[in-house]
C-alpha cells in the first residue's frame, strides 16, 4: 500500500541525554572520589533554540536509596509541556550524611546555570521539583538560596536559587523524631540516623530542615501531599504551609484525597496540569 500523509508539526522532537557527570565528590570513605550524574531530557534541535525554563527533579528513597532514571517516564509529561527537565543523583545515607545531599543539589544547579547555552536552559528560570526524601532536598534548595556557605565544589560563580518549588510529600522538618517513634505516621529515628548520622544532635536536624530555615525570599513553593500518607503525615506538609505563608512567601498546598505515599494519583494528569500551571505564573 503506498500512501501520502500531510502531518502537521505540534510539538517539537526530544532527546534524552543520559549520565551526564556534573560533580566529583568523595567516595568510600573519602578515600576515593565517584562522578554524580544527571539525565536530561532537551529539544532534539537545540541549535538558535529559545531558552525554556528547567526543572531540576530529585528522587526520593528514604535518604537511603535513589535512582535518577526511575521517574523519567512521568517527568516526559513536563518535558513536552515546554520544560527542560534535569533528574538529578544526589549521595544517600550509606555514602555520606547530611549537607551531602544539598551541596549535590546546589552543585547541580550551578553546573545547569553555567551550562544554559548548551542545554537551551533559561537560567532566570530553574524550579526544584522533588518526591518523598527528594522533595525534602527540592524544598532544602530552595529556602537555602542565599545561603552561599552550602554552595561549594565547581562552578562557584553561578548561583544555586531557584525560582520555585515543587514539594511532593516531603519532609521538611527533620526535627520529627527526636522524642522517640510514636507511630506510624511519625518517622522513626533510624529512617533520619540515614540521613543526618547516627546520634544526630538537634542543631543538625534543624539544620536539614526546610521548615527551620524559611526567610521571606524563600520562592513560591506548591505542596502537594496525599491524605491517606502513612510516611510523611499531612501535618508535615500543613504546618510547611503554614509557616511559609507567616513568613510572606507564596504557598499553595494541595491535599489529594485517597493518595498514599508515592501514590499513582500524584501523577495523574489533572495534578501534573496544576504543576505545570503553578510553575507558567513563576515565569
Not at 565517584?34 to 532534539?44: E, S
Not at 515546554?82 to 545515607?93: H, K, L
Request: aromatic share 10%; hydrophobic share 45%; with cysteine.
Amino acid at each position: 500500500m503506498r500512501e501520502y500523509l500531510a502531518v502537521e508539526k505540534k510539538r517539537e522532537a526530544l532527546s534524552l541525554i543520559t549520565a551526564v557527570t556534573y560533580a566529583n565528590v568523595e567516595s568510600w570513605y573519602g578515600a576515593t572520589r565517584r562522578d554524580l550524574h544527571m539525565d536530561l531530557i532537551v529539544p532534539k534541535n537545540r541549535e538558535s533554540h529559545k531558552p525554556l525554563p528547567a526543572i531540576v527533579w530529585f528522587c526520593g528513597g528514604a535518604f537511603r536509596v535513589m535512582d535518577r532514571s526511575v521517574w523519567m517516564p512521568e517527568l516526559m509529561y513536563f518535558a513536552e509541556a515546554g520544560f527542560v527537565v534535569a533528574s538529578v543523583e544526589y549521595r544517600t545515607g550509606n555514602e555520606a550524611v547530611f549537607p551531602a545531599p544539598i551541596l549535590d543539589a546546589k552543585a547541580a544547579v550551578r553546573f545547569l546555570r553555567a551550562h544554559a547555552a548548551d542545554y537551551c536552559i533559561d537560567p532566570e528560570h530553574i524550579f526544584s521539583m522533588g518526591e518523598s526524601a527528594g522533595g525534602a532536598i527540592a524544598c532544602l534548595l530552595g529556602v537555602t538560596g542565599e545561603d552561599r556557605s552550602l554552595d561549594q565544589g565547581d562552578w562557584l560563580e553561578q548561583s544555586s536559587r531557584v525560582s520555585a518549588v515543587v514539594d511532593y510529600y516531603g519532609l521538611a522538618d527533620m526535627t520529627i523524631s527526636m522524642e522517640g517513634f510514636e507511630g506510624n505516621d511519625i518517622i522513626p529515628p533510624w529512617m533520619l540516623e540515614e540521613a543526618l548520622g547516627v546520634r544526630y544532635t538537634r542543631e543538625k536536624a534543624e539544620a536539614a530542615s526546610a521548615i527551620m530555615r524559611i526567610t521571606p525570599a524563600a520562592p513560591p513553593h506548591l505542596i502537594l501531599q496525599g491524605l491517606d500518607d502513612t510516611v510523611v503525615s499531612p501535618e508535615q506538609s500543613r504546618n510547611y504551609y503554614k509557616a511559609l505563608v507567616e513568613k510572606g512567601v507564596g504557598a499553595e498546598l494541595i491535599e489529594i484525597e485517597g493518595a498514599q505515599h508515592g501514590d499513582d494519583l500524584f501523577f495523574q494528569d489533572v495534578v501534573k496540569d496544576r504543576v505545570i500551571h503553578f510553575l507558567q505564573r513563576e515565569m
